[in-house]
């Protein structure tokens, strides 16, 4: 088995990094720890980033919300920030796994762990989410959308670290749903996912939507024909009913022991239905 | 019997199990241990042709590598069939088979040993359907096997089954499945074991039965009887999955070959899932007929059991699955047969209920169909066929004991949340269907007749005038230790933490069966009264001499010390002990449960005569655009007679629902070609606290009159309601039944779906 390391700033990661490449980077620890406890000691050293510093926290400057990656999904749960201006994604963070796991998992090991299932990341698409990238050779930043390209596959490079989320603060929805279907009410991985986000007018017909499903392809699904599907319509059965045929024909699930690829494909539309009657929030 | 109230109060291990400093089985790091593993195969049928321990053996820190040669005895165990290997030297029948055993100086290079080790077979043909197993041609898991497959088929008839058929004006008729439940312990197996200088091999380990265990570790190791030592600490979760050898052989193997070094071993959860034993999967055909009235004229049964790659007491559990397949109703014409198949699938084995949630299941479903038919209320309908005392059962015993059925049934149709479920069903909101549903049961208590279900306590006086109480029956965290010592105590008007209590061990001398069969209360509970009053007579007698009474009503026992009622002198207890022989200082107390002999001729193994009984309702809320089923709210009434600590009685009562809504929603244990899909706790989903509801507990208190303070059995009755109460709401709110169990989200939807399509 490797070594284990505790670095408390970014160019330590960088140095630990040049000098081991394959190392890995973690924070909570919630996945990597469980998925290869059998198979751990065959591996490289792990860098534990919980206490890099910068990493950590939430802070708002003139347009965007900052949220650095190694803030724990039950700190913001916890910030009022999240909670006034992205009521979804604290909704989805709310869902992952329980309380002792919402203590330990961050955003960012949700984020680069990238999983089809990942509990966050339809809410980070709906709110337009990039992520600031930090590297020895210095940063960058790139849509969530562009960053994970498939199951477990992100743009990191070698040596490059996550280091925060922005995210606009001024959405202009004032309507959101999130919900998860898992095979129990807590400590269960997502089987089918989905985060919706409209801005609603007064008689809740759609002004602009945004609609994201997860576990139900290799990464979350959007569509932009979906989301222009809404633009000026009621939420009514009729609507939704035929959003919800657009998302059975754009998913392309998988079967697995949690659930079969029909399973996933029903209810992926089915959970469109949920919005029936939606109306404007009142602020 | 005195002092009832001396019984309530928490729980006297509760205070250890919350700080942490119990400890149990996998908590001992003895001096220079060694850790022992085993090489699981890893196939599910083929012929061993070679075990290669070279490469392990060489590894630096591997202490040996042991194989089927290196143990001296038959290296077979099993409790009814003695074939099971403790390490395989011919034929491996399914994955979870141990082929080599490593001792090695860290855990960490066990691992390393273990994935060292390689073996040559030459695969078999397999079989993985109990139903399938029993047809000509299908490949054999037991060549020495007189009925194929077929490990034990029992039936039992009554009346006229075929004829009455024709005379039922409804009849109802289903084929369910169940699951493969997996126990899923907190602790997982586990223990420790070494051989002393005069050569005695202890085995300290987490199990439910540790003197047939110790029989068992004799006879595979070829060592003798007298030379094995079992202590069974507190254990961290069993539900029946230790009743019988896990660790032990495997221990005891590696401690006769260590040189006198301790070893250990402890399972992860990945090798409990795959060598621990899970609840038989089942598949059952029902027929149940009744009369327009509603009277139940006719059942009859077809029971399929996979038992797995050995036979455990697979055998047992299908018998006991026969013996209460028509629940608690009267039947005049019953025909039940019962068939328990070898397969390459993973063992099967005791899991609270011990087949009788199974048929319930089955039963209670036919009943619901039946209240269908006629248009009845569901309730009123098992309300009007419900056994009492003097009845005689589907075996056609009559009920001698209490029998408490009907009153539970009259408790939940008087309860709000039955009066009123139609006005809450049809306030279901958007996308949501409601049901409500009903479940009832019994279940047996104790051994049945043809195994004596007896007890030895044994409580001493010790010199300082406290108590230690010496107990034979395993406590796997039901409770009844603490439940033994509150006993002494009451008889002996001792305050319970003068009672110290012992966990079991051999070198006791106090056979009393394993704990099991609802029976650790009531056999046990009854042997420590004995021993109490014998124990208390001798304080008393030996007091009233010493103050020159011949009468020992002169005097009068108290917390700590003696009171001579005439001249109020006290006297304290260590002086008392001091005055009394040793060998009167500990008494025994024995017990054996009613059995009725004639019931030999009518079932293998013969028939049950105590019952304990329940009824079940279950609310439940379908979302039907994901499948997903709420369990709202649900009531269990249960007549175990006398409640004698309602703290104990409730978290038996909670606990069985919790694990009962498992089984009826979530619970799989998938195997595809006889190895594990679910292999650990991730993909094995078992309810967490958010998916149970509020459960309200009622107690029927009929009188069980040969029990200790009225009580009997608890410990698995309850878990027999949640399925059908549950499969029985879905379909109270859906109008479709879902046959095959877990009721899953996709079940559901599927079964949403299919309803929708014959519209």
Redo the contacts between chains.
Sequence with gaps: ?GRVYLPATLETVFEILSREPSARLFAGGTDLL?RSS?VR?NEGSLVCLERVEGLSGISESDGAVRIGACTTHGELMAGGLITERFPILREAVRHIG?PAVRNMGTIGGNICTASPAGDSLPALYVLDAEVELHSAKGQRRMPLGRFISGPGLTALEPGEVLAAVWIDKDQGFNFHHFEK?G???????S??SMAFAAHLDGAGSVVRARCALGSVAPKVFTSQALDAFFAGKPLNEETLGAAAALVREGVSPISD????EE?RR??AG??L??L?GARAAVR | MRKKSALDGPRLDALSKVTGSERYSADYYPEKFLWAGAKRAMIPHARLLAVHTDAAEALPGVFRVLTFRDVAGSNRVGIVRNHQPVLVDAIVRYAGDPVALVLAESKEILSAALDLITVDHEPLPCIFDAEEALKDGAPRVHEDNDGGNLMRAVSLCKGDPDAAFGACDAVAEGVFETSRQEHAYLETEAGWARVDDRGVLTIVASTQSPYRDRREIASALGVGEEKVRVIAPYLGGAFGGKDGITVQCLLGAAALCSGGRPVKMWWDRRESFLAGVKRLPSRMYFRLGAKRDGTFHALSCRLYFDAGAYAGLAGEIMTMAVEHAGSAYRIPNVRIEGYCAYTNNPVGGPFRGFGVPQVTAGMEQAVDTVAEKLSMDPLELRRHNALRQGDRNCLDIELTHSTGFLECIGELLEHPLWKDRQAWKASAPKWKRRGCGIGCMSHAMGYPAAVPDQATARLKLKKDGTFRLYSGVSDMGQGNSSTYARIAAAILDQDAAAIELLQPDTNHDLPSGSSSASRTTYTFGNAVIEAAVVLKETILRCAARSSGYDDIDAVELLPGRVRVKESGRFIPLSDIAGLIDDADRSQKGYFRAPHDDSTLAVLYLGAHVIFSYGAHLARIEVDILTGKIDVVDYVAVTDAGKVMNRCVYDQQVQGSIAQGIGFALMEDYLVREGRQETGDLATYIVPTSVDLPDMISIAVETEEKTGPYGMKGLGEVVISGCLPAIANAFHDACGVRITRSPLTRERVLSALGEREDER
């Design positions: 088995m469980v059998a000691r329980a279907v095979q129990r009410k807590a400590m269960a991985i089987v089918a022991v949690r659930a079969s399973y029903t209810v089915n959970l239905m949920r029936e």
